[in-house]
């Protein structure tokens, strides 16, 4: 079984509605990330959570929220979809090692979810 | 402007050729990702890469960081097609080991 799971896998919808994407992780890793790639931009950070309490915004958070339910789940929304939110979704996790900051810092990889692929119309 | 830059940004190879992918970065580098990704799939962790001057390779794929020039390069030798997909770099540029920012990625085609 995959260690970080997302649902749905594909995705059509049209402007206006609300949306849901799921990720659920077995990992035990406290922190988790929303990404969007779009062609030409890379990845781009949308909202990132170390853990149930703590949440913080991305460079791009504007038109999404996010909810973490448990260690294990971190769900991202989309209020009112707009075709510009059409892109490729993915979910991952990371679990820091050692000290943080600073050019001695540990930090551990992120392992990533297979992807939602987004349309809106 | 993209404060990681990756060039190029599409690769076109036959297969046993060697290519490099570079990854630039506008400010100081505190650790240095590889991933690959096959189209429309998930990103997979290839190597990371802390320190300056530092090389770590696994099978063909070598990469390099260097902390001066606040750059990594990925080198494959004898590129097979199992070799393509996106290589994307992503770095801890905020020092702050939180987050990590991501380049644009650089597409690999290797033909036969």
């Known amino acids: 079984d995959a260690d970080v799971t997302q649902t749905p896998r594909n995705r059509i919808t049209k402007t206006g509605k609300r949306i849901m994407l799921e990720c659920s992780q077995t990992k035990g890793h406290d922190r988790m990330y929303w990404y969007r790639q779009d062609p030409g931009l890379g990845l781009r950070l949308i909202y990132y959570?170390?853990?149930?309490?703590?949440?913080n915004k991305g460079e791009i958070s504007d038109g999404y929220s996010v909810s973490r339910q448990a260690q294990a789940k971190f769900s991202l929304s989309l209020e009112s979809a707009i075709p510009n939110q059409t892109a490729l979704y993915f979910c991952?996790?990371?679990?820091?090692?050692?000290?943080?900051?600073?050019?001695?810092?540990?930090?551990?990889?992120?392992?990533f979810g297979p992807g939602t692929r987004l349309t809106v119309l | 402007s993209q404060e990681l830059e990756q060039s190029p940004q599409s690769l076109i190879v036959q297969e046993g050729k060697n290519l490099t992918i570079n990854c630039t970065s506008s400010k100081t580098l505190y650790g240095l990702y590889w991933y690959k990704q096959k189209y429309g799939e998930g990103l997979i962790f290839l190597m990371m890469l802390q320190k300056g001057g530092e090389e770590k390779s696994h099978e063909k794929i070598t990469a390099k960081l260097d902390e001066k020039k606040q750059q990594s390069s990925l080198h494959i030798t004898a590129s097979q097609p199992s070799h393509a997909g996106i290589y994307l770099c992503?770095?801890?540029?905020?020092?702050?080991?939180?987050?990590?920012?991501f380049g644009t990625g650089t597409r690999l085609q290797v033909t036969l």
């Open positions: 992503g770095a801890d540029i905020s020092g702050t080991a939180s987050k990590l920012t």
């Open positions: 959570s170390f853990d149930v309490k703590d949440i």
């Open positions: 991952a996790t990371s679990d820091l090692g050692g000290t943080s900051g600073g050019p001695q810092s540990s930090y551990n990889e992120q392992f």
